[in-house]
């Protein structure tokens, strides 16, 4: 499953199936998918949730096992873009060789990375895989919140 933890963090925060699909205005079914498996959640919906409950996109989808504190995250396509192309070029490889990878054509990916389109979800996962440590919470420009040690 894509989201790993999505039905955990429901779970701690004490919510039911029906608290987040009436959060989206969705049927019960369609979160029932997204825990399961069955349907990919769209990350703009999987953005709202984590800023909803001030959860880290790492932390849903399982790349860390604790949650990090983020400000909450405004989709930026051009961010996004920005961030895809310089993580592409920072590794040496073309948009062909990613799309590839991802299991698309260049001229999909590439409107990824001239803020066309959104990335799907399941690319972003894929991403996961391509770029090893990756943050998806950073390659959507999302920031940490600092937390300041008292003496």
Do not use: C
Not at 31 to 49: A, C, F, M, N, Q
Not at 81 to 93: D, P, Q
Not at 137 to 149: S, V
């Amino acid at each position: 499953m894509i989201v790993e933890n999505l039905k955990n963090s429901r779970e701690e925060l004490e919510l039911k199936q029906k608290d987040v699909a009436d959060l989206f205005g969705i049927h019960l079914s369609t979160v029932s998918g997204w825990e399961t498996g069955k349907d990919t959640i769209p990350i703009s919906r999987l953005i709202e949730y984590a800023n909803e409950y001030s959860l880290s996109l790492d932390y849903l989808f399982g790349l860390i096992s604790r949650n990090v504190d983020y400000y909450p995250l405004n989709l930026d396509l051009d961010v996004l873009a920005t961030n895809l192309t310089s993580l592409r070029l920072k590794n040496n490889y073309t948009q062909i060789l990613v799309a590839k990878k991802l299991n698309t054509n260049q001229s999909a990916y590439s409107h990824y990375e001239n803020a066309h389109n959104i990335i799907p979800t399941s690319f972003i996962y894929g991403l996961t895989k391509i770029y090893e440590p990756f943050s998806i919470d950073e390659l959507f420009g999302r920031k940490k919140k600092i937390t300041q040690n008292k003496v």
